[in-house]
């Protein structure tokens, strides 16, 4: 049976590229699957205090994300959401995975080599270690799908690599306790407790890139406010952004061909594409040989049409903080429930000496 899990962390300026790269594909997948999703503040705090802002701001910010998963659909009673720290398993579980997964993995991250900068022994042993805990946020609950921007690809081929291992290590244990199921690895059949996990990864925009350089993800983090939508923007703001976003001076093409090599413009009509719930080819069509002075406004005006209300109802949604830490409370006694279950097989498969 499909499970869907996936999270956002509470680090502030929630943007377009989170929204239209993971949070409204969560929305549509809710229709047809069990999901599970989750503000990730554990990972929130892995960059330095100064950056993730202490603790009122933390908290701030996890009621900012839950308010704006709730104000874009999310349907937190047929599924389940919630704030990671609640629900202890995934730590508990993050720490077999860091005596599964090897060094040479982790040091293979782009994540944690963009983010640890030139000082990497000044960086956090959590900002290292955060794909373990990622995976684990993933597997506690055995979810089957994931969906994420492209910029997590990396990260889930590791909960894969890790599924496997795992499996693999283990897998006489996990057959004498009956806790498996058969699957092909390599020349053998082995028995598996963790399922291989499936990115769920596409569309028109699965890589937002920043609205000052096309070359580079829009990011939370950016120090550039200009180089990102944010959730909270109000309408002049979107409008200026868009306006100010930079391009190179040719109209648009009038063949998809003709965005390769034109990161700026690809990444507009791929904005666009994705708020209509559309494809980038379908834009073409439409603007094909229209200068940006033309798109620029329509896409400024389709991005205020699909974004306003999101940000007033989560001004509506954040004037109640208790029921927004009901929702996460709720949310957290569910999952626990099923994370639980999963480290009583965990414990027992590693050997670790339980009631
Ligand atoms: P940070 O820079 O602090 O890592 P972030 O913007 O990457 O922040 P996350 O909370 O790490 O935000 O990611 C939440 C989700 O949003 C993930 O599924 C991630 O893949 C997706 N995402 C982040 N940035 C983009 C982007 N530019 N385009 C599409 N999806 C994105
Ligand atoms: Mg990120």
């Known amino acids: 049976e499909p499970l869907v899990f996936s999270g956002v962390q509470p680090t502030g300026n929630l943007h377009l590229g989170n929204y239209l790269g993971a949070i409204r594909r969560w929305v549509a997948l809710q229709e047809t699957s069990k999901c599970i999703y989750c503000v990730v503040d554990q990972h929130a705090i892995t960059p330095p205090i100064s950056v993730w802002g202490g603790p009122a701001e933390l908290q701030r910010n996890t009621r900012e994300v839950t308010a704006a998963f709730l104000a874009s659909g999310i349907n937190a009673r047929t599924n389940i959401v919630f704030n990671q720290s609640r629900v202890h398993q995934h730590a508990e579980l993050a720490w077999v995975f860091n005596c599964v997964a090897r060094m040479g993995w982790l040091n ?36 089957t799908h994931v ?16 599924a496997q291992k795992f499996n ?59 180089s990102r939508i944010n ?50 080819a379908t834009v073409i069509r439409d603007f094909g040989g229209h200068q940006f002075s033309t798109f620029k406004p329509a896409l400024a005006d389709l991005a205020v049409e699909k974004l306003a209300p999101i940000a007033a109802e989560m001004r509506r949604l954040s004037a109640d903080p208790g029921y927004i830490d009901a929702v996460l409370k709720d949310g957290g006694e569910r999952a626990s429930v099923l994370a639980e279950k999963t480290m009583r097989d965990v414990r027992d498969i590693v050997g670790f000496l339980q009631n």
């Open 108 to 143: 293979r991250m782009t994540q944690f080599k963009d983010k640890a900068g030139k000082d990497r022994e000044n960086a956090s042993v959590g900002l290292f270690a955060y794909p373990t805990l990622m995976a684990a946020d993933i597997l506690v609950y055995r979810a």
């Open 168 to 226: 693999t290590d283990f897998s006489d244990r996990i057959a004498d306790l009956g806790l498996g199921v058969d699957t092909p690895s390599g020349e053998e059949i082995i028995s598996s407790y963790f399922p291989l996990t499936e990115p769920v990864i596409g569309g028109p925009a699965a890589r937002v890139m920043s609205l000052r350089d096309g070359t580079k993800k829009m990011s939370k983090s950016d120090p550039s406010h200009l």
């Open 231 to 280: 959730l909270t923007d109000d309408v002049d703001t979107i409008s200026k952004k868009i306006r100010k976003a930079k391009t190179d001076s040719e109209p648009l093409p009038s063949e998809i061909e003709g965005l390769k090599d034109r990161p700026e413009a690809d990444n507009l009509v791929g904005i666009y594409a994705a708020l209509v719930d559309s494809d980038r």
């Open 147 to 162: 969906p994420v921007g492209e910029d997590q690809k990396q990260h889930l081929e590791l909960t894969r690599d890790i």
